[in-house]
Structure formats: C-alpha cells, structure tokens
C-alpha cells in the first residue's frame, strides 16, 4: 500500500513538472502573432521570385502593347500632347496591386487543405491577430510590387517628382490593404485551391474594366455609371489620375475633361472622400473575414 501511495505521488510530480504552460491571451501575444503573419507573407514572397515576376506580366503587356498599340486611336479622342499610355498609367498601376494582394490570400486555402491552419486557429492568440497579419503581410506584398511597377513611370512620360511617387504609394497601400481584406474574405469559407481562383478569377478582371482605368468616368450609359460607382478601384484610379495629371504641364480644362472625377447624381466626390470610401471598404470587409473565422474549423 505504501508503495502504490509512493507511486502515485512520484507520478503526480513527474505529471505536473512536465506540464506545458500554455500563455495567456493578451494584446501582447496578439500584436506578436500579427507580427509572425506579417513576416511569414514576406518570407514566402523573397522565397518565390516566379511569382514576383508573372504578377508583372499582365500590367506591362496592358502599358506597353495595348497602351501603344492603341495610341493613335485614341489620341483623337486627348487633347494634344497626351499620351494615351500616361493615361491609362494610374489605372494599370492599380492593377499592378491587384492581382498581388487578392491572390495572396490563396494562402488561407493552401493551410487549410494542408492542415496548417489548423495550428494556426489553435494558437493562444485571438483569431483577428492571424487576419489581421495576413491582411498586412498581403497589402506590404502588393505595395512593393506596386512600387516595382511604379519605377516604369517614366516610360509613360509621368515624372519622377518625390511628392507624387509618395502619394501614389500612399494610395497603393490603401488599394492594396482593401483588396487583401476583400481576398480573405472570400478565403475564410472556401476550402479548395480551385474554387478560390476561379471565384477571384470572376471578380479581378471586372474590378479592372469597372475601375474607369481604360476611359473617362463621364458620359457613360446609366447602367455602366452605376457599376462603376460600386467598384472600389474607381475611388482609388480617380485620385491616382488627378495626382498624375497635377504634375504633368497640361491645362485645367484638359484635366477636366480626362480626370472629372466620381460623380454621385451630378454631385463630385472629394477625393478625401474618395479615399475615406476605399478606407471604409477595406475595414468593412477586414470584420467581415474576422467574423467568419470566428465560425471556421
């Protein structure tokens, strides 16, 4: 009896010295998870130079081959010493971002097919740190390959004047935090690699026509005014045309008619506002991917 009392109390000690502690939540904990996400969309980025390189595939061929190649066409429709490409420029620059920043949130999907983000929901973190990080590692990626594109600007006669290539990176990363909460969003419920791409696949392309990237935003039918009015791209492309064209030597009126601005019911959208708008988008559809990992596996 005495042994079988020695045993069990040689056990209970060998039991609680090997107990893992497991830390409590705490915003420390949460901003150091947030920080982990972060980094490892990074990490995956330098490690995968393919997929730096093809995501700038699709912007160049739209500013150089579609963009010269329909110069002299639409140059009758521009006042003279406009260049269709340095036209179109603001709006392939957002597209530089979008493909990046929706696609990265193909990560969720591959972790949940591989049983990785599994680990990750189990954490002793809340679960917004991990949407959060990969919201921010996601919108960094896509801003950084908006800058690489941003180096071509020359080529499309938009100078390399330090104010505008800041905002323009300002409104790059706001695109782009935007679109990353808008692809994990969708990644929180889809559970196969191919359901993702074919779903962003059916949205990328529209976001783009939509944005007012290829056209002016005024004179359009009803039906396309109002779309254009829903996509969040066109309260970025608007701001990022009038910052390109307020450093280029052309007149007001040319300005005007080019750039006339988001326009609801005749009234025209500050560009604060404009901006606020992209801000909110981002925010609403960042609670929204929360809410729905709060109900995931």
């Known amino acids: 009896m005495t042994v079988t009392t020695r045993q069990v109390t040689e056990e209970s000690a060998l039991t609680a010295a090997i107990r893992v502690a497991v830390p409590e939540q705490s915003l420390r904990h949460d901003l150091r998870a ?19 390189i093809t995501s700038l595939v699709q912007p160049v061929l739209f500013l150089f081959v579609l963009g010269t190649g329909l110069s002299r066409l639409a140059s009758r429709g521009l006042p003279s010493g406009i260049d269709f490409r340095t036209f179109i420029y603001p709006g392939v620059l957002a597209m530089s971002v979008l493909f990046t920043a929706i696609f990265s949130a193909a990560s969720i999907v591959w972790d949940r097919e591989f049983g990785f983000l599994r680990e990750m929901l189990v954490a002793p973190v809340h679960r917004w740190a991990i949407v959060v990080g990969k919201a921010l590692g996601g919108a960094t990626v896509a801003t950084f390959q908006g800058i690489i594109f941003l180096c071509l600007a020359g080529v499309a006669h938009v100078p390399y004047n330090p104010v505008l290539l800041l905002t323009l990176v300002g409104e790059l990363l706001l695109l782009s935090f935007t679109l990353t909460a808008f692809g994990v969003m969708m990644a929180a419920r889809i559970k196969q690699i191919q359901a993702f791409m074919a779903l962003t696949q059916m949205f990328v392309m529209p976001l783009f026509f939509l944005s007012g990237a290829l056209y002016p935003l005024s004179g359009l039918p009803s039906w396309l005014t109002v779309l254009t009015r829903l996509d ?5 492309v608007d701001p990022m045309r009038h910052a390109v064209f307020d ?16 326009t609801w019911n005749g009234w025209v959208v500050p560009l604060g506002l404009s901006l606020a708008i992209v801000a909110a988008m981002g925010l609403g559809m960042l609670f929204v991917a929360i809410a729905e990992f709060h109900r995931t596996e």
């Open 247 to 262: 450093h280029l030597p052309i007149r007001s009126a040319a300005i005007a008619e080019l750039s006339p601005g988001v």
């Open 34 to 52: 947030v920080s982990i996400v972060w980094r490892r969309e990074l990490i995956r980025f330098r490690s995968d130079r393919l997929r730096a």
């Open 232 to 236: 969040p791209l066109t309260y970025i």
